[in-house]
């Protein structure tokens, strides 16, 4: 059975980008590794030699004509939501320190 | 509680005809969701561009222009739709004072017709969750008993609809999200085939089932709402073909054949549920249905493929909440990767993180093979299960959820539980059919809804038998 070690869990989360209270690393563990525990019933499951189902929409391969279209935005609108805006451009923080 | 509304096309009706004022029907909405505060159904209201749309349909009728076929008719977007001029949240910490720059198709298509939206609803944030508990604000309380709730993670727009707030409201479905709700709270849920209505602005979840459908008092309503959004759509490729028409649905029940799914009467099964299930199955046959047996022998294990595949879409299509384009971000940061971790860390609620966290373990190269690659081959496996049922029957029936709407934290704090929950909805989105909810009757004061269940692509005689179903229940 799976189960999520302290290790793991830190791993994961770094890997997702989520820093995790230490309350929610205890909690995540254990209900992580329940919900993992669950889900491997699968394993049980016969799969012969099918091939994995990635979408069910019956579409393959949607093509449109590679033009631009102008639906009207102007940049300061599609930069209102940004937290932090510096010549019209997002402003993030640094990447090096 | 509010009294009830004429049905949509009635309402349009006297709209066009000018025997009712948009602008009344509007101010009717408002104060019908004002007065019912306490359910804490609703996110936000959207007061100014509701009276602005409809003064601007109430002009265009007096200058005798022609109006759309639901002009003037008030509905309510639950929080994942993006509105033009409304904050959209999806109910989390981490999209809150988002105003969104354009508009999903589903709100367009609908306002286009002359539909106005009044409010936003509540949900389980970003759709994860089956009673709204999830929410980063609060917990929407159930119309039939307020210790209980409303079902989810469309619980907000089902409360208003139960509410009588507006004649319809509109949800998403995942993994049961509008038909789980509307059968605890008491009215009729929609899941259309996947690929039928555009998602274009509606806050992603798991992009290969979410689909967007209407909660309603009635079926016509829902297939009148579902003939105005469904088709093609060049802002999301997935879209599918629609029919002709979704609103001539007049058929009765004679000759019918229906599959009872067989798994789902188990020991796990509420007494009540099952009693009014069966008893609903019965009035079926009396009309001329012909009622048969149906074993899916795999289908106990949509569950865990909903719970594998779920979480990986959801931990891909939530890696856009950054903390640097849009929503909240952690403003002491010390660097880029330090903004990530803390935006996200303090932004996503815990039901989020819980399934990003298990969707980057599924995916993870280690464990792919182990669960995500063999969810999809079960996937197939069930597909190909549903499509042979589907030769010997036209439809299937069953249960929504295996009890009525459960009490308001009792299973908040194992978060396996209220995964169950979606235990009987689930397939209908894995496999891509669509499926419905009716009331069917009650456990005392609390409802029980039906679920039936077509082929790919069957809306209409799903929608036409369902109307026949309902009219005898």
Redesign the interface.
């Known amino acids: 059975m799976a189960k999520?070690s302290r290790e793991?869990?830190l791993k994961?989360?770094q890997?997702?980008?989520?820093?995790?209270?230490e309350q929610?690393i205890e909690?995540?563990s254990a209900?992580?590794s329940?919900?993992?525990h669950?889900?491997?019933?699968?394993?049980s499951?016969n799969?012969d030699d099918?091939?994995?189902?990635?979408?069910?929409?019956?579409?393959t391969n949607?093509m449109?004509n590679d033009e631009v279209k102008d639906?009207g935005?102007k940049p300061e609108?599609?930069l209102?939501?940004?937290?932090?805006v510096k010549d019209n451009q997002?402003e993030?923080?640094?990447?090096i320190? | 509680m509010a009294s009830q509304w004429m049905p949509l096309m009635d309402i349009a009706k006297d709209v066009q005809e000018g025997k009712l004022k948009a602008s009344d029907l509007v101010e009717t909405a408002l104060k019908n969701i004002d007065e019912n505060r306490e359910y804490k159904a609703i996110i936000t209201t959207t007061e100014a561009r509701a009276r602005a749309r409809a003064a601007q349909i109430d002009d265009k009728i007096k200058g005798g222009e022609k109006v759309g076929r639901l002009a003037g008719v008030p509905f309510i977007a639950k929080d994942n739709f993006l509105v033009f001029g409304a904050e959209t949240t999806a109910a989390s910490n981490i999209l809150k004072?988002?105003?969104?720059?354009?508009q999903s198709t589903a709100i367009e298509r609908l306002e286009s017709e002359g539909a106005i939206c009044v409010a936003k609803a509540n949900l389980d944030a970003f759709a994860h969750g089956a009673s709204t508990e999830n929410s980063d604000f609060f917990t929407t309380l159930n119309p039939n008993d307020k210790e209980r709730v409303p079902g989810g993670s469309s619980g907000g727009s089902a409360a208003a609809v139960v509410l009588n707030m507006t004649p319809f409201a509109l949800g998403t479905d995942t993994g049961g999200s509008i038909r789980q709700p509307a059968s605890f709270s008491g009215c009729v849920g929609y899941k259309p085939t996947?690929?039928l209505v555009s998602r274009s602005g509606v806050v992603a979840m798991a992009s290969?089932t979410d689909v967007i459908g209407p909660l309603t008092k009635t079926v016509s309503d829902a297939a009148v709402v579902l003939d105005v959004m469904a088709g093609k759509d060049?802002l999301d490729?997935?879209t599918?073909d629609r029919q002709e028409n979704y609103t001539e649905i007049d058929t009765d029940l004679s000759g019918k054949k229906i599959g009872i799914i067989k798994e789902y009467f188990n020991e796990g099964l509420n007494d009540d549920v099952k009693k009014v299930v069966n008893a609903a199955i019965d009035k079926f046959k009396d009309a001329g249905a012909e009622i048969k047996e149906i074993s899916l022998s795999?289908i106990?294990?949509a569950?865990?493929?909903y719970?594998?595949i779920c979480p990986a879409e959801v931990?891909s299509n939530l890696?856009r909440y950054?903390?640097?384009?849009?929503?909240?971000?952690y403003e002491a940061?010390?660097?880029?990767?330090?903004?990530?971790?803390?935006s996200?860390?303090?932004g996503?609620g815990?039901e989020a993180?819980?399934r990003?966290?298990?969707?980057?373990?599924v995916l993870?190269s280690g464990y792919y093979d182990?669960?995500y690659?063999?969810?999809?081959?079960?996937?197939?496996?069930l597909?190909?299960e549903f499509e042979a049922a589907f030769k010997e029957v036209d439809y299937m029936v069953g249960p929504v959820a295996p009890t009525p709407a459960f009490k308001i934290g009792e299973n908040s704090s194992?978060?396996?539980q209220m995964?169950l929950c979606d235990i009987m909805t689930v397939a209908a989105n894995?496999?891509?059919i669509p499926a419905i909810s009716i009331p069917a009757g009650v456990s005392g004061n609390l409802p029980i809804g039906i679920q039936l269940m077509a082929p790919?692509k069957a809306d209409k005689q799903l929608l036409a038998v369902a109307k026949a179903c309902e009219a005898i229940l």
């Not at chain 1, 099918?50 to 579409?59: F, R």
């Not at chain 1, 209102?80 to 932090?84: M, R, S, T």
């Not at chain 2, 950054?322 to 971000?329: K, T």
Request: proline share 4%; charged share 25%.
């Open positions: 999520l793991d869990l994961l989360a890997l997702a980008k989520i820093k995790l209270s929610e909690e995540f209900e992580i329940d919900i993992l669950y889900v491997e019933q699968l394993q499951v799969i099918l091939a994995p189902t990635n979408q069910v929409s019956g579409l949607v449109r639906y935005y609108d599609l209102k939501n940004v937290p932090k997002i993030a923080k640094r990447m320190t | 004072g988002f105003n969104p720059p354009y996947y690929g290969s060049e490729s997935t599918i795999d106990g294990m569950l865990s493929v719970y594998i931990s890696s950054d903390g640097q384009r849009f929503g909240y971000s940061a010390t660097d880029l990767e330090d903004s990530y971790l803390s996200r860390g303090n996503f815990k993180k819980r990003i966290i298990i969707g980057t373990y993870s182990a669960y690659k063999r969810a999809q081959i079960v996937r197939t496996k597909i190909n194992n978060p396996l995964y894995i496999v891509g790919k």
